[in-house]
C-alpha cells in the first residue's frame, strides 16, 4: 500500500501557475509510474501527465507546452509545473502510482482558474 497526499491547489488568475506535489510514503524508485489526472465538474476524468521511474513522460495534448513534471527521487515527490493556465484547466487535480500492480490515488487537490 502506498499514500499520496497532494499540495498546492488553489485560486489563481487566467495566465498564472501552480505547482502540484505529490509525496508519496514509499521510496519511488519503487513506483513504476506516477501521474496526474484531472476531473472537471461533470466531465471524465483525464490523465494530464505521467513520469515513470526512467524519466519516460507523457502529456495531455491540451497542457503540452505548459506543464512539466518532475520527480524527487530524495524526497519521493512528483511534481507538476502548470503555466500559462486556462480556466479549462480548472479541476480537482488527482495524483496516482502505479505500484505492486495497483493504482492507487491521492484525495484530490482544487485547481481553480477564473478572474
Known amino acids: 500500500q502506498v499514500q499520496l497526499v497532494e499540495s498546492g491547489g488553489g485560486l489563481v488568475q487566467p495566465g498564472g501557475s501552480l505547482r502540484l506535489s505529490c509525496a508519496a510514503s514509499v521510496s519511488i524508485f519503487t513506483i513504476y509510474r506516477m501521474g496526474w489526472y484531472r476531473q472537471a465538474p461533470g466531465e471524465q476524468r483525464e490523465l494530464v501527465a505521467t513520469?515513470?521511474?526512467?524519466?519516460?513522460?507523457n502529456y495531455l495534448d491540451s497542457v503540452k507546452g505548459r506543464f512539466t513534471i518532475s520527480r524527487d527521487n530524495a524526497k519521493n515527490t512528483v511534481y507538476v509545473q502548470m503555466n500559462s493556465l486556462k480556466p479549462e484547466d480548472t479541476a480537482v487535480y488527482y495524483c496516482?502510482?502505479?505500484?505492486?500492480?495497483?493504482?492507487?490515488w491521492g484525495q484530490g487537490t482544487q485547481v481553480t482558474v477564473s478572474s
Open positions: 496516482y502510482a502505479e505500484y505492486n500492480g495497483r493504482i492507487h
Open positions: 513520469i515513470t521511474t526512467g524519466g519516460i513522460t
